[in-house]
């Protein structure tokens, strides 16, 4: 702890200044620029406030600067491109507010992180340092993060095309504008992560967009920050810019993306039949864009279904007008999950029922009537189907064999909840291994209950659902009497359970011992509480409004 001294003009012999983790409070002596051999200052994870001094370009032996995280503000002196020897500073989470432009005039540095600061300024373009149009204009940089700043302007196209080193560039969310230039050239062809997510860029994606950068025969250009195992290789994100619009590009059969993310920006058309050819590529979104089609060219005769996309994991479709997904089984060996909901959808493609590793599927407010047996069945891969908002109705469900998670809220189910003579909610949906249903607002009707009273073997003979965890029946019109001790019997390890607004629905509070979350609000349960129904260790959030209860010995 205490502050650094004021005067340390005297350590002039001093090259390594590592203070970093500590409690050290004040600010940064301005005598600190008297160390003439200081190579290294590393001061990060600490209480140093105030402001770096005017004069830090007399440091010209310095390589590394580490204030990450530290209260300081202000602006980077423009004589910190005096450092020519600085390789390496980092400003991340610090709490600098000012001009940071001097930044891009470090003429040898190679990692720059400015990210989760208030820094404003914009990035000089080359012409106003004077280099032609055949220099290179950062030429040792590798990498450049400017992400969640202030920064404003434009990106010069120099800094994606004539910075031979570059691997890696962040700059999301800024205030950075205009076009989104062409990634690469044919002398900067090392780039392999780009992320310019929620900007205020315009104007169309370039035609040539990737042509230089994500290819494989780059890997000689390609720095170690793009080694493959690492968690930010081969990504390009340039969503959430709103105003960008035009078509996907057309890539390179070479391209090795394994990340691409174009969601929520005005793009139209097709999905270029050439993504189809990204061998290395894991996941696609291009989610809340116009897009109309997926590539019929997927599933032509002679195409060949082991060159398209064969690593594949997750696609999101969310919010286009596509109703061609049945373009997605020719990704038989190895789509994960898919979003297709606020698409154009009537139908689901029996195909899916047929994919090797395909487990999620959310369909959600599309025009789907029915649910096609192969789908479910035992022999399906699918364990979670998400179908809210379409037009199912309970004449076309199949028991859902495969499933663990089924959400049918806000269809026209119109099934009775128990019956004696099958065909209900009990028996069809809720099947052994389901572990998740949502029926909220889905036309859940009273069984056909001996004078109105459930009794265990409503349920079936037996039947304990020792899987179920959350089940979801607000909103519908339940009603007869649910004695609390069946229900606790055959939920005995729920953890979500709601009945919220079925306004004939009676009965005793179920005592479930394994409850996080319980609503019975708007309802006649409980109006009698029996003891312990509110007493289990584990719950979490209780609703009971619209109850009515009575004193217990009344009961």
């Not at 891009?104 to 080359?126: E, H, K, Y």
């Not at 230039?181 to 780009?194: A, D, H, N, Q, Y």
């Not at 061609?324 to 154009?344: E, I």
Request: aromatic share 6%; proline share 6%; charged share 15%.
């Amino acid at each position: 702890s205490g502050t650094m001294p004021e005067h340390m003009s005297t350590l002039r012999s001093l090259e390594t200044m590592f203070i970093g983790d500590t409690s050290l409070s004040g600010t940064m002596p301005a005598s600190i620029t008297a160390l003439e051999n200081l190579q290294t200052l590393w001061w990060y994870n600490s209480l140093l406030s105030g402001t770096l001094p005017h004069a830090l370009g007399r440091l010209r032996n310095l390589t590394s600067v580490d204030l990450t995280h530290t209260a300081l503000s202000g602006s980077i002196p423009s004589t910190i491109s005096r450092c020519s020897k600085l390789t390496a500073l980092f400003l991340r989470g610090s709490r600098i507010n000012g001009d940071a432009s001097a930044v891009w005039r470090i003429p040898n540095l190679q990692f720059l992180d400015i990210g989760m600061t208030n820094a404003v300024g914009t990035i000089p373009s080359c012409s106003a340092d004077g280099l032609g149009d055949d220099q290179p204009c950062w030429p040792a940089l590798v990498v450049a993060d400017a992400s969640f700043t202030q920064l404003s302007g434009t990106i010069p196209a120099a800094l994606l095309q004539r910075s031979p080193s570059l691997n890696i560039v962040r700059m999301s969310s800024t205030r950075l504008s205009g076009a989104i230039p062409r990634i690469g050239s044919p002398t900067s062809r090392s780039i392999c992560f780009v992320n310019l997510n929620n900007n205020a860029h315009t104007g169309t994606l370039p035609h040539d967009l990737l042509s230089y950068s994500f290819l494989a025969v780059n890997s000689s250009a390609y720095g170690t920050q793009c080694g493959r195992t690492s968690q930010v290789a081969f990504q390009l994100d340039l969503s959430d810019n709103v105003a960008v619009s035009g078509t996907i590009p057309t890539v390179t059969p070479s391209n090795v993306m394994w990340r691409l993310f174009l969601s929520s920006m005005a793009l139209s058309g097709t999905l270029p039949a050439s993504v189809g050819q990204l061998a290395q590529l894991r996941q696609l979104s291009v989610r809340k864009n116009r897009l109309h089609a997926l590539p019929a060219e997927w599933l032509a005769p002679g195409h060949g279904k082991a060159a398209v996309l064969q690593w594949l994991e997750t696609i999101d479709l969310h919010g286009n007008p596509i109703s061609n997904v049945s373009a997605l089984c020719a990704l038989r060996h190895s789509l994960r999950s898919l979003d297709a909901s606020s698409c154009d959808l009537t139908e689901l493609p029996e195909c899916f029922g047929g994919m090797d590793l395909l487990r999620v599927v959310i369909a959600s407010n599309n025009s789907i009537t029915a649910i096609p047996d192969r789908i479910v069945s035992a022999q399906s891969p699918i364990r979670s189907l998400m179908l809210a908002y379409n037009r199912i109705v309970g004449s076309e469900l199949p028991t859902p064999t495969s499933l663990t998670q089924l959400d049918l809220s806000h269809n026209p189910i119109a099934l009775p909840f128990t019956s004696h003579f099958g065909g209900a909610v009990m028996g069809r949906l809720l099947t052994p291994f389901m572990e998740a249903l949502w029926l909220r607002n889905a036309s859940i009707r009273s069984g056909q209950l001996a004078n109105g009273v459930a009794r265990q073997s409503d349920f079936g003979s037996g039947v304990v659902l020792e899987q179920l965890r959350t089940l979801d029946l607000s909103d519908n019109d339940i009603a007869g009497f649910y004695p609390g001790d069946v229900l606790a019997s055959v939920f005995a390890n729920i953890r979500s359970f709601s009945v919220s607004r079925n306004y004939r629905l009676a009965g005793g509070l179920p005592v479930l011992s394994q409850a996080e979350q319980l609503d019975v609000s708007f309802t006649r349960i409980a109006e009698c509480a029996p003891p312990g129904a509110l007493e289990s260790p584990t719950l979490q959030s209780l609703n009971l409004r619209g109850l009515a209860f009575r004193a217990r010995d009344a009961c």
